[in-house]
């Protein structure tokens, strides 16, 4: 938060530690504006309530910036536009994506990120044995010839 600031992006509200006496690095949710796609706060995951605002005049164009950065791990968008949900959900490279909703999900459905986001594996669902499970066959001739 405090590079996005000193990079030229402005918040709107929260950004300041709280409970510092904790020793946490808890911050409320913040949300900032006037952020660039290639600012740090745009480029690298942030695990915390923090919501960087990034204008766009056109669907492509939202995708484009959505897109442009190495980590891919979740995506939101909202639309009352069904074919839009499915087109930029679709075109979003982010291995789960919300619509009209943020981290929604379900035990029965892999959850795991693109790019850098991740191991390369997904968690949750049948899909997740496979990456734990090492295969091997054992041919053993228990007759005699």
């Known amino acids: 938060i405090d590079i996005g600031r000193r990079e030229g992006a402005r918040v709107v509200t929260g950004?300041?530690?709280?409970?510092?006496e904790t020793g946490g690095w808890f911050?409320?949710?913040?949300?900032?504006?006037?952020?660039?796609?290639d600012m740090r706060i745009a480029q690298e995951e942030i695990f915390g309530p923090v919501l960087s605002v990034?204008?766009?005049e056109t669907e492509a164009e939202a995708v484009a910036i959505a897109n442009d950065t190495p980590y891919g791990l979740a995506?939101?968008?909202y639309t009352r536009e069904l074919d839009v949900a499915h087109r930029v959900a679709r075109d979003l490279r982010a291995g789960v994506v919300g619509v009209n909703a943020y981290s929604e999900g379900d035990m029965t459905t892999p959850f795991g990120g693109y790019k850098m986001s991740g191991f390369g594996g997904h968690d949750k669902s049948l899909h997740a044995h496979e990456q734990y499970t090492e295969t091997k066959t054992i041919w053993i001739q228990?007759?005699?010839?």
């Open 142 to 145: 228990v007759a005699a010839r």
């Open 54 to 56: 990034i204008e766009f």
């Open 15 to 20: 950004g300041s530690r709280i409970l510092e």
């Open 75 to 77: 995506a939101s968008l």
């Open 27 to 37: 911050v409320p949710p913040t949300i900032l504006d006037s952020v660039r796609n």
